[in-house]
Nanobody, 117 residues
Framework: QVQLVESGGGLVQAGGSLRLSCVAS????????MAWYRQAPGKERELVAR???????NYVDSVKGRFSISRDSARNTVYLQMNSLKTEDTAVYYC???????????WGQGTQVTVSS
């Protein structure tokens, strides 16, 4: 049974920081590309950051220089450090594990991040 469990969301003032965590179970974490997506009300889900199995990272332009994705294979965990948060970062943040071509992709249940002005 594959599970991705996110935590760390909450309410923060603009300019503040949060760190999201996603603990994976039921998968071979070391071969998974891991990513964080977000979906704001009335908008499509968008890729925020990805870290590939080899450690290469990429970010959507709007978060470059503010967000940092990392992974800890010993803990089967991927993190998203979010600094200098803006009101437009408000969204539900989802963790994704991509095991292609060896397997499927899996989503977490999401964690709410709300940034107040």
């Amino acid at each position: 049974q594959v599970q991705l469990v996110e935590s760390g969301g909450g309410l923060v003032q603009a300019g503040g920081s949060l760190r999201l965590s996603c603990v994976a179970s039921g998968i071979i974490f070391s071969i998974a590309d891991m990513a964080w997506y977000r979906q704001a009300p009335g908008k499509e889900r968008e890729l925020v950051a990805r870290i590939r199995r080899g450690g290469i990272t990429n970010y959507v332009d709007s978060v470059k220089g503010r967000f940092s994705i990392s992974r800890d294979s010993a803990r089967n965990t991927v993190y998203l450090q979010m600094n200098s948060l803006k009101t437009e970062d408000t969204a539900v943040y989802y963790c994704l594990a991509d095991l292609t071509p060896w397997g499927n992709t899996y989503w977490g249940q999401g964690t709410q991040v709300t940034v107040s002005s």
